[in-house]
């Protein structure tokens, strides 16, 4: 199978196992939820799916020389999202850590056919659901790891700074089981743009709003039972075709709004909204010689840089429409 990724290249897949999960519906699923929470028809800013975020991450763990199972896990990481990716923990999750997925993934492997697939192959789900034991693909905050790579990297690309997609992904290194820069200028680089991403996007006052107007939308149609929570287990535009078809005033009303341009203001007076997002940042290690070295702890710049921005992130946003 060849698998041609617009970030991380062409890949020819042999593994009988990683063919049966791309080929998987429970997988492709993922090619119908958008990474970003909401589709573009109510978000615009440019898209990709979780599937195509899947096989990145699956890819770029094959490039830097991690095993077949890693490859395994990395690729299932996010079959477990519901409709609107992490949106939904604003409904009927914790909207602080944002971990209805990951609480669920374990449980969720295990009753999916996608088990069967795995037990054919002789993996275990437990182990492959056990992310202590994939080093490259998963990593606590900050440290770097091939799910936080993937997805910046692909926005970097889309809008962020598409000039330093190649020279960041040329200097990743799989060193003793984790992924660093090798040099300090690679690993300043993408830090200060996955930075960019969390002040303008993922924390920046328009998008968490959208996010907020269509939370209202989503927990008003569960009031009112135009949606079950299970509707949630399908995809983006399943739930939408519900909300579009409902007739509510109140609904069509907030779609509208959602769909056109987002008229807001910042409003430290009278504010309608008072707004925060969960705080994302990176502090890489990169190599210098033999040694690896800690990015904030070896750049005071950096280190100041930080500071700030996660004083800034607590601030959060003081909306009103207009």
């Given at each position: 199978m060849q698998v041609?990724?617009?970030?991380?290249?062409?890949?020819?897949?042999?593994?009988?196992?990683?063919?049966?999960?791309?080929?998987?519906?429970?997988?492709?699923?993922?090619?119908?939820?958008?990474?970003?929470?909401?589709?573009?028809?109510?978000?615009?800013?440019?898209?990709?799916?979780?599937?195509?975020?899947?096989?990145?991450?699956?890819?770029?763990?094959?490039?830097?020389?991690?095993?077949?199972?890693?490859?395994?896990?990395?690729?299932?990481?996010?079959?477990?999202?519901?409709?609107?990716?992490?949106?939904?923990?604003?409904?009927i999750g914790d909207r602080k850590n944002e971990d209805f997925q990951d609480k669920r993934h374990i449980n969720f492997l295990r009753k999916s056919s996608l088990n069967n697939i795995l037990k054919e192959h002789n993996l275990d789900v437990d182990k492959i659901a056990n992310y202590d034991r994939f080093s490259l693909l998963e990593q606590p905050r900050p440290y770097l790891c091939a799910d936080r790579i993937d997805y910046a990297i692909r926005e970097f690309k889309d809008w962020a700074n598409?000039?330093?997609?190649?020279?960041?992904?040329?200097?990743?290194?799989?060193?003793?089981?984790?992924?660093?820069?090798?040099?300090?200028?690679?690993?300043?680089?993408?830090?200060?743009?996955?930075?960019?991403?969390?002040?303008?996007?993922?924390?920046?006052?328009?998008?968490?709003?959208?996010?907020q107007i269509f939370s209202e939308v989503l927990r008003y149609a569960l009031d009112k039972e135009i949606l079950q929570k299970e509707n949630f287990f399908r995809d983006d535009q399943f739930v939408l075709d519900i909300l579009e078809a409902s007739s509510d005033e109140e609904i069509l009303k907030r779609l509208f709004l959602l769909e056109n341009k987002l008229n807001f203001k910042i409003d430290d007076k009278k504010p309608a909204y008072v707004l925060h997002k969960k705080f994302r940042y990176i502090d890489p290690s990169y190599l210098d010689g033999d040694r690896e070295l800690r990015l904030s702890e070896n750049n005071k710049e950096y280190s100041t840089f930080l500071e700030r921005e996660r004083e800034h992130n607590k601030n959060g946003h003081k909306i009103s429409l207009t």
């Open positions: 041609k990724d617009r970030i991380w290249g062409d890949f020819n897949i042999i593994e009988n196992i990683l063919i049966d999960l791309i080929k998987h519906p429970e997988l492709l699923r993922l090619d119908k939820i958008s990474q970003f929470g909401l589709p573009y028809r109510y978000y615009p800013i440019k898209q990709f799916t979780r599937l195509e975020h899947s096989i990145g991450v699956m890819v770029l763990l094959r490039d830097l020389g991690a095993g077949l199972e890693e490859q395994v896990a990395g690729l299932l990481h996010d079959v477990s999202h519901t409709s609107f990716s992490h949106l939904v923990d604003w409904v598409p000039q330093i997609v190649e020279s960041c992904s040329s200097q990743l290194v799989n060193h003793k089981g984790r992924i660093v820069f090798s040099s300090e200028e690679g690993a300043l680089k993408f830090s200060y743009n996955y930075m960019k991403l969390q002040r303008e996007h993922w924390g920046g006052a328009e998008w968490i709003l959208r996010w």
